[in-house]
């Protein structure tokens, strides 16, 4: 889409705890929202996604909601581990194309 | 992750000097995308490919060129390398909406 907000840019939580990361976008016409997980030094993986018919994906231990009356989905990770620590992206996929237009990215760390 | 490779890993180039990425993909995934890491900014899309000789351009194209003529093959130029260039370079591929991304390159441009 346009533009895609994603806010906090840095979280940190006690290892256990669940954090919450969130993205608005503009564009009406987004129908696809993918998160990616990224290490130090590595390449973006995709963790989990979820398409415009549908509120809510669960996996594991996370999940994301979507709610497109407000423009918004987010990213719940629950019983963090430190392995989790890594910078987490969100994007959205206009409309009739397959260009991903990606948040500015939050580093979660998780702490012992 | 071993269906997309991308070389080399590591570059430096001086101003000006011509300078050529590779991606190759093992998938034969129809979409192919590159894209540029810098802090602060995310990832930005430069160019992507929607099919082997259709090619368009992303969010910041300036001083890019791209081709495609080999569904597996996706190489981004440099022609004039620049210091604002200096970044590191992802190129990604899809079937559809998943992207997939390879291992990245890290560009210096002196």
């Known amino acids: 889409g346009e533009n895609v907000e994603q806010h906090p840019s840095t979280l940190s939580v006690q290892e256990g705890d669940s954090a919450v990361i969130k993205c608005t976008y503009s564009?009406?016409?987004?129908?696809?929202f993918p998160w990616y997980k990224q290490e130090l030094g590595k390449r973006p993986q995709l963790i989990i996604d979820?398409?415009?018919?549908?509120g809510e994906k669960k996996d594991q231990r996370i999940a994301v909601t979507l709610n497109k009356t407000a423009k918004h989905f987010s990213l719940h990770i629950t019983e963090t581990q430190p392995e989790d620590s890594a910078v987490y992206f969100c994007?959205?996929?206009?409309?009739?194309?397959?260009?991903?237009?990606f948040g500015t990215g939050t580093q979660l760390k998780v702490e012992l | 992750d071993a269906g997309i490779t991308q070389s080399p890993r590591y570059k430096i180039t001086e101003t000006g000097r011509q300078v050529t990425l590779m991606c190759h993909q093992t998938?034969?995934?129809?979409?192919m995308f590159w894209y540029r890491q810098d802090l602060g900014h995310g990832l930005r899309l430069i160019y992507y490919?929607?099919?082997?000789?259709?090619?368009d351009k992303g969010e910041v194209p300036d001083g890019y060129v791209v081709s495609r003529s080999k569904t597996e093959n996706f190489p981004l130029t440099l022609e004039s390398a620049t210091r604002s260039q200096t970044s590191v370079y992802f190129c990604?591929?899809?079937?559809?909406?998943?992207?997939?991304f390879g291992p990245g390159t890290r560009l210096t441009v002196t």
């Open positions: 990604a591929s899809s079937p559809s909406y998943e992207q997939y």
């Open positions: 564009d009406s016409a987004s129908n696809y």
């Open positions: 979820i398409r415009s018919n549908v």
């Open positions: 994007a959205d996929m206009e409309g009739g194309g397959n260009k991903l237009t």
């Open positions: 998938w034969s995934h129809s979409y």
């Open positions: 490919s929607a099919a082997a000789d259709i090619t």
